[in-house]
């Protein structure tokens, strides 16, 4: 058996053709010829399936140690269809510091269809424990999945898939896990006990920000079945061009993701000695959590931090020159952006709050660049937003002399 970093290049053997190509093909079919009307062929209708898309979801399968992938037109569509396999009245534990459009659609879209949604700090597992469980007395039953994110976004907090996993368990529940942040690389919530994983492909998998794509993949052939049910009569797939790209993407998660971790280390260190930064959030470096023991082999390329007050963090932002000011992460390019009016806009503000995502907060996607390129970067930015905090304060107290 090929080792994972093979597995990333050559995905599975392509055997449907006979040109010696060294790459699989790019079947632009929407339909499929019929041999015969008794003959039912492999393929009939590209929603249902295609070629270059089963090459894509096997691999990923593959990665992921899953019986089956399936791929989405984007995350969000991977996550609404894995959500649709359950039915009204059906409750959902889910990590209460989830992605904003992930928040968005299990309290504003599926609610209305009936699903009951709980939200809880999946770190504690008291909490969590209680949350699946229900209370019969009170007429809550025990939940029917518990869905939450490898390390969550944008306050890069760690979960311990495992033990989740095993709560969840004990009282029948499907475990979904997000693993976006870290992908196969870094982590196998399967092994750990997880029934669905899910990814945004078009951060770490694809890699480049130019595509935008969604993959799911199951633990078992039952989930499977639902799974690929709620794809084909849903309908959103991934065509096969954006298929072919996020596999060409996987081909150098490696490389990429081993340059994004040592870019990230080394400005997280900067940030920690900054004067103008009060918080610095990385996984394994600022938390003092044992990653290894939560099946991590890395903390991946995203970290947080919060400026001290008095700085505005747009004065930051708006004067970066290398990062770019965008939401999405995980690409080549590092990117900058600001959670409560970008990526967790859709959380009330008093939600966000209650879970530490504050106006001060700024997540940083690190890139494959030189690290001190990206250090003086953001050196340069904090130097204009400490002048124009200075020049506020100044503007401040020559108005109050007049008064």
Same mark, same amino acid.
């Given at each position: 058996?090929?080792?994972?970093?093979?597995?990333? %290049?050559?995905? *599975?053997?392509?055997?449907?053709?006979?040109?010696?190509?060294?790459?699989?093909?790019? &079947? !632009?079919?929407?339909? &499929?010829?019929?041999?015969?009307?008794?003959?039912?062929?492999?393929?009939?209708?590209?929603?249902?399936?295609?070629?270059?898309?089963? =090459?894509? +979801?096997?691999?990923?399968?593959? #990665?992921?140690?899953?019986?089956?992938?399936?791929?989405?037109?984007?995350?969000?569509?991977?996550?609404?269809?894995? #959500?649709?396999?359950?039915?009204?009245?059906?409750?959902?534990?889910?990590?209460?510091? %989830?992605?904003?459009?992930?928040?968005?659609?299990?309290?504003?879209?599926?609610?209305?269809?009936?699903?009951?949604? $709980?939200?809880? $700090?999946?770190?504690?597992?008291?909490?969590?424990?209680?949350?699946?469980?229900?209370?019969?007395?009170?007429?809550?039953?025990?939940?029917?999945?518990?869905? =939450?994110?490898?390390?969550?976004?944008?306050?890069?907090?760690?979960?311990?898939?495992?033990?989740?996993? +095993?709560?969840?368990?004990?009282?029948?529940?499907?475990?979904?896990?997000?693993?976006?942040? %870290?992908?196969?690389?870094?982590? !196998?919530?399967?092994? /750990?006990?997880?029934?669905?994983?899910?990814?945004?492909?078009?951060?770490?998998?694809?890699?480049?920000?130019?595509?935008?794509?969604?993959?799911?993949?199951?633990?078992?052939?039952?989930?499977?079945?639902?799974?690929?049910?709620?794809? !084909?009569?849903?309908?959103?797939? #991934?065509?096969?061009?954006?298929?072919?790209?996020?596999?060409?993407?996987?081909?150098?998660?490696?490389?990429?993701?081993?340059?994004?971790?040592? !870019?990230?280390?080394?400005?997280?260190? &900067? /940030?920690?000695?900054?004067?103008?930064?009060?918080?610095?959030?990385?996984?394994?470096?600022? @938390?003092? +959590?044992?990653?290894?023991?939560?099946?991590?082999?890395?903390?991946?390329?995203?970290?947080?931090?919060?400026?001290?007050?008095?700085? @505005?963090?747009?004065?930051?932002?708006?004067?970066?020159?290398? =990062?770019?000011?965008?939401?999405? /992460?995980?690409?080549?390019?590092?990117?900058?952006? *600001?959670?409560?009016?970008?990526?967790?806009?859709?959380?009330?503000?008093?939600?966000?709050?209650?879970?530490?995502?504050?106006? +001060?907060?700024?997540?940083?996607?690190?890139?494959?660049? @030189?690290?001190?390129?990206?250090?003086? @970067?953001?050196?340069?930015?904090?130097?204009?937003?400490?002048?124009?905090?200075?020049?506020?304060? $100044?503007?401040?107290?020559?108005?109050?002399? #007049?008064?």
């Amino acid at each position: 058996m090929t080792r994972f970093n093979t597995q990333l %290049v050559h995905g *599975l053997p392509v055997d449907d053709n006979n040109t010696g190509a060294v790459n699989p093909p790019i &079947y !632009n079919s929407s339909t &499929y010829a019929f041999e015969s009307v008794d003959a039912m062929p492999r393929w009939d209708y590209a929603r249902s399936g295609n070629p270059t898309r089963e =090459f894509l +979801e096997k691999q990923i399968a593959q #990665l992921e140690h899953g019986t089956r992938g399936f791929a989405f037109g984007s995350g969000l569509a991977a996550i609404h269809a894995v #959500l649709s396999i359950f039915q009204p009245g059906d409750r959902i534990v889910a990590g209460d510091n %989830v992605y904003g459009g992930s928040y968005s659609q299990l309290n504003e879209h599926f609610n209305r269809w009936g699903l009951l949604v $709980d939200s809880v $700090d999946t770190r504690d597992l008291e909490d969590v424990e209680r949350a699946v469980a229900g209370d019969a007395a009170q007429g809550r039953l025990p939940a029917k999945a518990v869905y =939450f994110e490898t390390i969550t976004n944008p306050l890069l907090k760690v979960n311990d898939v495992h033990a989740i996993a +095993e709560i969840a368990h004990r009282h029948g529940a499907v475990v979904i896990v997000d693993n976006t942040f %870290v992908t196969p690389y870094l982590q !196998n919530p399967l092994d /750990l006990g997880a029934d669905i994983v899910l990814h945004s492909a078009t951060k770490y998998l694809a890699g480049h920000s130019d595509v935008i794509a969604g993959l799911a993949v199951v633990k078992d052939d039952e989930l499977g079945q639902r799974v690929y049910f709620a794809q !084909n009569r849903l309908g959103g797939v #991934l065509a096969p061009n954006e298929c072919d790209s996020v596999r060409r993407g996987i081909q150098t998660l490696a490389l990429r993701l081993d340059r994004q971790q040592e !870019n990230a280390i080394a400005v997280a260190k &900067y /940030l920690l000695g900054h004067p103008l930064v009060k918080a610095v959030y990385y996984p394994g470096l600022t @938390d003092g +959590e044992d990653l290894a023991a939560k099946g991590l082999r890395g903390g991946g390329g995203v970290l947080s931090f919060e400026v001290v007050d008095g700085v @505005d963090p747009a004065d930051v932002l708006d004067n970066l020159k290398l =990062f770019r000011l965008a939401v999405s /992460l995980g690409a080549v390019e590092s990117l900058a952006e *600001l959670p409560c009016r970008m990526t967790h806009f859709e959380l009330p503000r008093e939600e966000r709050l209650k879970v530490g995502i504050t106006d +001060e907060l700024i997540r940083l996607s690190i890139g494959i660049e @030189d690290a001190h390129d990206l250090t003086e @970067d953001l050196e340069q930015a904090f130097r204009h937003a400490e002048h124009a905090d200075s020049a506020a304060r $100044d503007g401040a107290l020559a108005e109050s002399v #007049l008064i």
